[in-house]
Each structure stands twice: as C-alpha cells, then as structure tokens.
C-alpha cells in the first residue's frame, strides 16, 4: 500500500527538480454533491443518496507552461468527503423484521495530482480554460456511521467502525477530475481564479459482499502567484515596476532605415511591403487571438529561411507608457521564440510616435513586423 504513494510523491518530487516552475497557486473551495456508488449482495436493495453537506478541499502546487495555450500543475492536495447509504436487508428471521439501515461515511484523503490546462479564451485580463487531472489519493481518516431503523441497535454488535482498521475498505483511490475555471489578472505578480471540477473514482472496490466507487464535485478559489524571473536576456528589456531605462533603442519615427546596433554588425535595410501588424486588447500584453494564425505563418517563413531577418517594433505615446509597449513586445518575441525561430534572426526595439491625438486606439496599441533583408 505504502509503495505506490512513495514511487508517485517521489516522481512529483523528480518533476519539480527538472523543471521551472513558473508559478505556485493556492486554493480553497468545497466538496459537495457527492454520491458513493455502493452495492451490497447481502441487501435486498440498496440506495446510493447524493450528499449536499458541502466538505473542506484544499490544494497547494506549481504550474508550468508548455505554451502560451497549455500549462502543466503538480500539487498536493487535502480533500474531506460525506457518503450517505441505505440498505434493506430484508426480514430477519430471529427478529421476525424487516431491517433497514442508514450508513454516513465520513472520509479524509491526502492526494497528488497531475494536471494539465487547456487555454480557451483569454480577453484583457481575463482567462476561461478547460482543466483536466490525475490524483493518487491515501485515506487518513475514515469512519462509518450505522443507524438501524425499527430494530433495536444492541442486536448488532459491529456499528459504526472505524474504517483505518478495515481491511476490506480500499485505502488507496485513484481519480479522474474534469471541469473549467475562470481566472482574473489582478497585475502581473498575482491572479485570482475560480474553477469547478467533476471528481470521479478510477478505482473501485468489488468484493464478494459489496462493490463501491464514488465521486463528487469540487468548487474551488484560488491564488496564483508570478514566480518566475524575467528572461531580461531574450528580451533585451527589464519589466520590474520602477523601470529603469531599457537597452533598447529608441528610434525616432521619421526614421526610413530602422538600423540598430544590437547583435548585428553589418548594416541592413528593410523592406516595408512586408510589415505585419499584430494588435492587442486594452490593457493587456496578450494579443488578440486572431492575431494567433499571423505570428504561425511568420514563425513557419522564419525556420524554412534561416538568413531571413525580422524587427520587432512597440509602439508608445503619451498615453501608452513604455512598460506596455516592452510587455506587448515581449509577447510578440515569446511567441515567436517558442516556435523554434532563433534569436539572431530577431531585432526589437520601440519607438516614441506622440502625435497630436493622444488617445489609445487599437492602432497604436500594435506591434509591428518587419522584414529586414530579402528572402534569400
């Protein structure tokens, strides 16, 4: 029994030392609805009730990125369930009685989960997502709680055990959870979520007597907490919040030749027909998610012609301050990044557009692509 819960924590334990957490989240919530699929052959009939008493979860992990759409969660979790059942055992020959019984099963789990999350729309700030996730659970505590109806209780000696010394009660579960969440970006260091997950059992329990499984369903809130440090050396710029000034160059906008001395040493010219603009929601460094299909094309002509080159350029103004623009930048050159294109195939840089009309527009909350040498 021991075994597979240590080989499992120690697989978690490995995971989180081979890779880098991006965050760490937090959260609280309840389990409710919950129903024990119970059958008995020494009863006539037996019912399975659904139990509303709401029962304490909690859930503390790290979550990793594999893309900007799917993130990866390890955690550890503490869950409390209520089961409720009534059998009919029949008549009872030496009480001449039909014998019905309620039974309350009241169970604690310990568990480990993996987990993986499925971005589904993301607007501004705010983010719907599909979750989907893998636990081992141990029982920590457990206890049953037998009421006979109509027949005295002192005619049974075996009530309400206590279910850590039941050999036939399975100790160990394994579950499949399913559901969506809605989070919010309260600013760059911290989010807020809410989520609801169907909990169902993958494993059951089937003896000669009886055979159970359960499940239950989970609605939760929760912290989710920035970790990461900033990849100042892909990005050329810093995002910490007193902004010192940035490594980038700031070109002015009447400028036709867009030459920076960044990493290349030999002078190139652009090539205007071949701009790409991608544009960003208000207050937000997420791009629109038709914007997606753009950056995909762009990434495919990049690693098909090694020796082609890009600019990358942000925009700001007097209403749009320069953190915005590096942040939108950085989306723009992440994305780009993880699709496989090297670094030296890329320039960023931002330029100061203040012009007579001050308000944001979608216009000048974009990012801007251009080629900087012939396809060769």
């Not at 819960?5 to 334990?13: A, E, G, K, Q, W």
């Not at 579960?173 to 911290?190: A, D, E, I, K, P």
């Not at 809410?194 to 929760?222: P, R």
């Not at 990044?337 to 979608?362: C, F, H, M, P, W």
């Amino acid at each position: 029994m021991r075994k597979p819960i240590r080989i499992f924590i120690l697989s978690i334990l490995c995971s989180l030392t081979t890779i880098n957490a991006q965050s760490f989240y937090t959260e609280f919530g309840i389990n409710t609805l919950t129903k024990m699929d119970y059958e008995s052959s020494e009863a006539i009939t037996h019912d399975s009730e659904q139990t509303f008493s709401p029962q304490k979860h909690f859930e503390l992990g790290f979550k990793y990125p594999l893309s900007k759409r799917v993130n990866i969660t390890l955690g550890f979790s503490n869950n409390a369930y209520h089961f409720s059942n009534r059998l009919n055992f029949g008549k009872n020959k030496t009480l001449d009685t039909e014998i019905f019984t309620n039974s309350l099963f009241e169970l604690n789990y310990l568990g480990s989960n993996l987990g993986i999350e499925l971005n589904l729309s993301q607007m501004t700030d705010w983010r719907l997502y599909g979750s989907g996730k893998m636990s081992v659970n141990q029982l920590i505590r457990g206890t049953r709680t037998d009421q006979v109806i109509n027949v005295s209780e002192t005619s049974f000696p075996n009530l309400n055990p206590n279910l850590m010394q039941e050999d036939h009660f399975q100790k160990l579960w394994c579950n499949l959870q399913l559901g969506f969440g809605l989070s919010y970006r309260v600013n760059t260091f911290m989010d807020i979520y809410t989520q609801y997950n169907f909990n169902q059992t993958l494993t059951s329990v089937e003896t000669e007597k009886v055979n159970y499984g359960f499940s239950a369903h989970d609605l939760s809130v929760g912290l989710l907490f920035n970790i990461s440090k900033q990849e100042q050396s892909r990005v050329d710029v810093h995002l910490n919040s007193d902004f010192p000034d940035p490594t980038l160059p700031i070109l002015n906008a009447d400028r036709n030749d867009f030459v920076v001395d960044l990493s290349f040493t030999e002078q190139i010219n652009t090539i205007d027909s071949t701009r790409l603009k991608i544009f960003f929601p208000p207050s937000s460094s997420a791009y629109y998610e038709n914007q997606t299909e753009t950056l995909e094309e762009l990434t495919s002509l990049l690693l098909q012609t090694p020796s082609l080159r890009y600019y990358i350029l942000g925009y700001f103004t007097t209403s749009i301050h320069k953190n915005s623009c590096i942040a939108r930048l950085k989306s723009v050159l992440d994305s780009l990044l993880e699709g496989g294109v090297k670094r030296s195939q890329l320039e960023v840089a931002y330029i100061n557009e203040d012009t007579d009309n001050q308000n944001e527009t979608v216009y000048n909350r974009r990012i801007e692509l251009i080629q900087m040498n012939t396809n060769e």
